[in-house]
């Protein structure tokens, strides 16, 4: 394994630009800076952003608050792709503007359902012996 990289095989300095990206995001969603209703009713939790190697690409993982619409919350991101890009090219000095990918996090949904998993009777009755 090289210096640079972490125990996930990305870089420090992808995990950097990637923390840097995600606050930016979050910083243009708190303050309502876009100028979309559905993206004004709701709030989103940008909860990850991962880059691409050549820091061209990032993929954006969010959450609206307790999962309502969340289609509707990622079709209104996905349709103002452009204007999130410019300003985070110009909050987050790179040599060149990442192209925005945005998903939903599917990691609470995956908890939840490990938890229900390990609550449930047949794990119970293995942990009584």
Not at 24 to 47: K, W, Y
């Amino acid at each position: 394994m090289r210096k640079t990289e972490s125990a996930e095989g990305r870089s420090v300095r992808l995990l950097r630009v990637g923390e840097q990206m995600r606050h930016v995001l979050s910083e243009i969603l708190a303050r309502g800076d876009v100028h979309d209703e559905t993206l004004q009713s709701h709030l989103v939790s940008v909860t990850e952003v991962r880059m691409s190697p050549d820091l061209r690409h990032a993929t954006v993982f969010v959450k609206p608050l307790l999962g309502q619409d969340e289609e509707a919350v990622l079709k209104a991101l996905r349709t103002n792709t452009a204007y999130l890009q410019r300003e985070v090219a110009h909050r987050v000095r790179m040599k060149y503007a990442a192209k925005l990918k945005f998903l939903a996090d599917e990691s609470f949904d995956e908890g939840s359902h490990i938890d229900r998993l390990l609550r449930s009777e047949h794990v119970a009755q293995d942990l009584d012996d």
